[in-house]
């Protein structure tokens, strides 16, 4: 996200504890390291590229009349394209939710309604287990809200009455919606059984090494089985079993309190979780779970993978603590060849790293019951990238490596808890702000989308994180040996270092047929259609006077590389999680925070409704072509 007044909670500098090892033995662990694998590649022990091509399907390069840059009000779509604003903040989700009113949104209207600032999506099909493009639930994460955006008078966070900050509270976390396609257009079912809000004051399942662990034990829940709520809802994921993953991104926006009196000091600071000197909202004032002067335990219970079945509405989602604590951006699931699941994670801050987590058992298809407990065990590791072009993939097992009691790790709830410090340990890459990590369905190649890190020096820069003031992101390409994602060395290359190719100083690297339109800054969240092309959504082009929207780029063959404008967003809005349609008739996303940096009162956009009433409003659209074709063919 980027917010207001030039803050970015996205982008809060890393302070790291070096107890137990000093750095330099650290360094000079991995430099060993380094030199020994540049040894065995010299040595011809390195697995050659063709090794890794399980799918030799070229890509079909998307075909379509590239958009211009520019900015402004609107959102546009490629020629012979259109979109339908499907779901907008506010849109009634049950047969008898109140309309929307933004001049009288209560709590109990907003919990009926469509949250804010919508950005994960995922289409899971109805009935379940086909793979119906016309009829489904949207899974969809409300990741954070605009104060000023959302209440006539624009006030700030800190001002609003214990009425505005419950609204405020019902506005985050996910909605589950069921919709159907007839004929050209979209339409909420409202009379679904399957809709739900889930929200900040949901109750959830702690599961995996830190449940019961006294360090989760708060008044909440004084034995450490549940948790209160999800919210900073950034990415996510599908998986195999239908299920959906939810990933708990910026929530050190809202505690209250001071970080630094709980016995969690630490813990808190490697985290940037800093009380009220780090909160943007004011939960806290009204609803003491937010405040660590009262519940100090409270901020361990943020930073996670939540996964939520949208196909039984009672549900109670479950809080998966075996894939670690951070400010998760997203995830990407893949099933490797033994049958175990691999999920791959970003931390998006600055300076932060790339994650795995490998299942200890496997994928049982169609025994549900059985695929719920994947998550709960299983072993994490973290991301080194070396200067000749391996990963290594070190893990983060309790009671081996660095990773025991005499390093402050006195059960493997506090590798979960504490995994950043876990990671620094191990000797992880610092990366240029990690957020989506996807993989792709025709190379089982990993595609890692760094967004920028303008904090990297001269002295900083690696291979894979090769420039100093990075403004504009870069992805990168991530290949396991046999695609055996549960290998302990990949390899990586670098995709694209995105900015504008016609600038010499930004150090841009594309396919050499880029043209002044297919260049684009900051990418966040991306998806793979069928195909195997990459959908690129991008977060922050908009400071650079361009609007931010969705390139598209085929990933092997001549055109790898290749990006073509798409999808332009609105004045202020970030795009989101393009999400395909089984038959890739429809590509849904997420227009997040229209009108940022403007103000309910004075808004720079009034997308999608441009009606004087109205304040403009996140919403998930629909894309479609106008002859039914799949997109981008
Ligand atoms: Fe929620 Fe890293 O963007
Ligand atoms: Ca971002
Ligand atoms: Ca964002
Ligand atoms: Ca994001």
Not at 50 to 79: C, I, T, W
Not at 114 to 128: E, I
Not at 497 to 502: D, E
Request: with cysteine; hydrophobic share 35%.
């Amino acid at each position: 996200m980027a917010q207001a007044s030039g803050f970015d909670p996205d982008d809060i500098p890393a302070i790291r504890e070096h107890t137990g090892t000093a750095f330099s033995e650290i360094l000079d662990k991995r430099i060993s390291r380094r030199t020994m694998l540049q040894g065995a590649a010299l040595l011809g022990l390195h697995v050659s590229l063709q090794d890794f091509a399980h799918a030799s399907a070229a890509s079909a390069r998307p075909v379509f009349d590239e958009l211009a840059h520019g900015l402004d009000e609107a959102l546009h779509v490629a020629q012979g394209y259109s979109y339908q604003a499907l779901l907008r903040w506010g849109d009634p989700l049950f047969a008898d939710a109140p309309a929307f009113d933004p001049f009288d949104q209560s709590p109990e209207s907003q919990a009926r309604q469509f949250g804010y600032n919508n950005d994960f999506l995922a289409w899971m099909p109805l009935p379940r287990g086909t793979d119906s493009s016309v009829s489904g639930l949207l899974v969809v994460n409300h990741e954070f809200v605009s104060s000023s955006m959302m209440h006539p008078g624009s006030p700030d966070a800190f001002d609003l009455t214990r009425s505005q900050v419950d609204t405020e509270m019902q506005a985050h976390g996910l909605s589950v919606v069921e919709v159907r396609k007839q004929g050209h257009a979209w339409r909420v079912h409202r009379e679904s059984g399957y809709n739900r809000r889930i929200t900040p004051l949901t109750v959830m399942r702690l599961s995996g090494p830190a449940l019961r662990d006294r360090r989760v034990r708060t008044a909440f829940s004084p034995q450490g089985l549940q948790s209160l709520g999800t919210f900073g809802n950034c990415a996510g994921c599908r998986t195999p079993w239908g299920t959906v993953l939810t990933a708990e991104e910026n929530v050190q926006s809202y505690f209250m309190g001071h970080a630094r009196k709980t016995d969690e000091r630490k813990n808190y600071k490697r985290f940037g979780l800093r009380g009220t000197k780090s909160a943007r909202s004011a939960w806290g004032r009204f609803h003491e779970h937010w405040d660590l002067d009262r519940h100090p335990q409270a901020g361990l219970h943020a930073g996670w993978i939540v996964e939520i079945d949208p196909y039984d509405p009672a549900f109670m989602p479950v809080k998966r603590t075996a894939l670690g604590r951070c400010k998760h951006e997203g995830c990407g699931i893949v099933i490797n060849h033994d049958g175990r699941v691999v999920v791959y994670m970003g931390d998006d801050q600055r300076f932060e790293y790339i994650y795995r987590f490998v299942s200890r058992d496997q994928y049982r298809p169609g025994d549900r019951a059985h695929n719920l407990s994947l998550l709960d065990r299983g072993e994490l590791s973290v991301a080194e990238f070396t200067e000749s072009g391996t990963v290594i993939w070190n893990p983060m097992v309790w009671g081996t490596g660095m990773h025991v009691p005499a390093n402050g790790f006195a059960s493997p709830a506090d590798v979960v808890l504490d995994m950043r410090r876990a990671a620094d340990l191990a000797g992880a890459t610092p990366m240029d702000r990690p957020e989506e990590i996807k993989v792709s369905p025709v190379t089982g190649h990993v595609f890692a989308v760094l967004t920028n890190n303008t904090r990297r020096t001269m002295h900083g820069v690696d291979r894979a994180n090769p420039r100093a003031s990075n403004r504009h992101g870069h992805i990168l390409e991530l290949i396991a040996p046999h695609n055996d994602h549960s290998a302990r060395e990949y390899r990586w290359e670098t995709f694209m270092l995105a900015g504008n190719p016609g600038n010499e100083a930004d150090g841009a690297r594309y396919h050499a047929g880029v043209t002044g339109n297919g260049w684009f800054s900051n990418p966040d969240n991306c998806s793979f259609d069928r195909a195997g092309n990459l959908w690129i959504a991008t977060d922050g082009f908009n400071d650079e006077g361009i609007a931010d929207g969705i390139w598209v780029s085929v990933t092997q063959g001549p055109d790898r590389a290749l990006p073509r404008h798409f999808l332009r967003a609105p004045r202020g809005a970030e795009i989101c999680s393009p999400c395909f349609t089984p038959d890739y008739k429809t590509m849904f996303c997420s227009v997040q925070h229209p009108g940022e940096r403007s103000s309910f009162d004075r808004p720079s956009t009034r997308w999608p409704d441009f009606d004087e009433r109205l304040p403009p409003r996140p919403a998930v659209i629909a894309v479609t072509h106008d002859q039914g074709r799949e997109i981008g063919s």
